[in-house]
């Protein structure tokens, strides 16, 4: 008897099946796959860029020495656009800068270069004296020298030691974005656009050749760019306008427009 029970099951799954209409059918599908893709996500995906975190073994193509000359000639240039205080706060997390400590910046520099967790992880003598006169340079910039001493309640942004969060959203969002990509693109070639990738970097990038009328004034180049968007469709109702009358040539994520 249980037996038959266990056998009519599929059977009468199937038959309630049947008795769906086209409504629910279609939304158990698209449940299904919301549920597969969420698996997908957070079983298989997020754990192998988890494992991304891992610092390089390989050294550095650049010479420490090199990378904190760079730093403090970028922080020189920034002066009075973009100060050492903010500089400073942003890289610890918002922390004010008068908690920032000397021990603090060179915690963070040695992590930044050495991929280390204090001074005395440095490989060799130079780095901890190359070290030492980068945070005196640091603290020239900025006009006043860092407190003494390491202060424990603040700490300093560290991605390859850091949890990887992320926010989920259902696939519809992202077919909903590659619906938006695919009528930019479709957008894109309606004006006489076509797309090709550059044979050495794998750029891609759009070309239109151009179409200035005969007799009309020559305009300048313009370089249009765009952030984290999903695809040209979010910029067409800036662009339309120009890219009928110029010649456009543009990378993803960057659109020139040229007379």
Known sequence: MECRSFQAAPSSLFSFILMLDTTWLVVIAWSSLEILFYFVICRLIHPRIERLRTAPSHPSQQPPRECLARLSDTLHRLQGAYSPETFWSGWFKGAAHAEIWRENVKA????????????????????????????KLMEGLQGKPFPRGYNPDIEHVAFTREALHFSHRLLMFYVAVKVAQMMGHGFLRLMGHRRYLTPTHNLVYWHRPCQQQEGSVKQPPLIFFHGISPGRLVTMGTGSGWMVSVWVWGFEGIMRTCA
């Open 108 to 135: 963070f520099l040695c992590w930044a270069i050495w991929n280390v967790d204090t001074p005395g992880d440095l490989p060799e003598a130079e780095d901890t004296l190359a070290l030492e006169a980068t945070v």
